[in-house]
């Protein structure tokens, strides 16, 4: 498999690399999503591709990873309201490793829409990449 990514944030098995102190808390997140997450987790389920939650990579933890389409999906509650610049160097340091990171809002995830949004995010990503 050919890798986007470049190799100094790999381990030799081709995993990205994280910090170890993120992986408890990474599934202390699994074990209490919030009620978005929670509905959106239920509809990317069922796309075609593997998306992992609460993903630890680099020195950050993602909400919905999906390591094929480099793609991030994140949940924004209304924390993030106060935090754009916080959020746009996040997702700089992703875009710097190929990864395209993807917002969505819980007010969208409780739209009745969802499932659609999914599908657009994903073909889009795919067209990118040109699967």
Known sequence: MKYVCPEEIRM???????LDELRMLARNNRKNPTEAE???????????????????V??????????????AIEIDG????NKKYTDNE??????????KTVRVENREVFNRDIDKKIEII????EEELKF
């Open 12 to 18: 030799r098995n081709g995993a990205l690399k994280y």
């Open 38 to 56: 929670k509905i959106f987790w239920i509809k990317l389920r069922d796309s075609d591709h593997v998306f992992l939650r609460q993903k630890p």
């Open 58 to 71: 680099g020195k950050f933890i993602l909400d919905f990873y999906c390591s094929k389409l480099l793609l």
């Open 78 to 81: 209304d924390s993030h309201d």
């Open 90 to 99: 996040r997702d700089l340091y992703f875009e710097q490793r190929g990864i």
């Open 122 to 125: 994903i073909k889009k990503r």
